[in-house]
């Protein structure tokens, strides 16, 4: 399985990014799909995850109202639209794929794209 993310960049605080993931290797729509962050010295944290079908999604509380996650299983491809930005968001973003339909058990990782906000 091969996850690639990209999207990241530097943002004022307030601003928006979307970050896309293509996933590869096996059968995209089988499996739940998540976003996770890293910032430095912290550890990765959930961000939000997202179901085989798209009709049942996860947020950690930090990002409720701000972010979405979606997908479209035509393009083997799941987004996370970032609005409302603040620095406390700065980190690396990883996409991570389940080995079940449902969010959960994420047993395969991207590489992570930076994302910067500044104050």
């Known amino acids: 399985v091969q996850l690639q993310a990209s999207g990241g960049g530097l943002v004022q605080a307030g601003g928006s990014l979307r970050l896309s993931c293509v996933a590869s290797?096996?059968?995209?729509?089988?499996?739940?799909m998540g976003w996770f962050r890293q910032a430095p010295e912290n550890e990765r944290e959930f961000v939000a995850g997202?179901?085989?079908?798209?009709?049942?999604?996860y947020y950690a509380d930090s990002v409720k109202g701000r972010f979405t996650i979606s997908r479209d299983n035509a393009k083997n491809t799941v987004y996370l639209q970032m609005n409302k930005l603040k620095p406390e968001d700065t980190a690396v973003y990883y996409c991570?794929?389940?080995?079940?339909?449902?969010?959960?058990?994420?047993?395969?990782w991207g590489q992570g794209t930076l994302v910067t906000v500044s104050s």
């Open positions: 991570a794929q389940s080995g079940q339909a449902a969010p959960g058990a994420y047993d395969q």
């Open positions: 290797g096996r059968t995209f729509s089988n499996y739940a």
């Open positions: 997202i179901s085989w079908s798209g009709d049942t999604t």
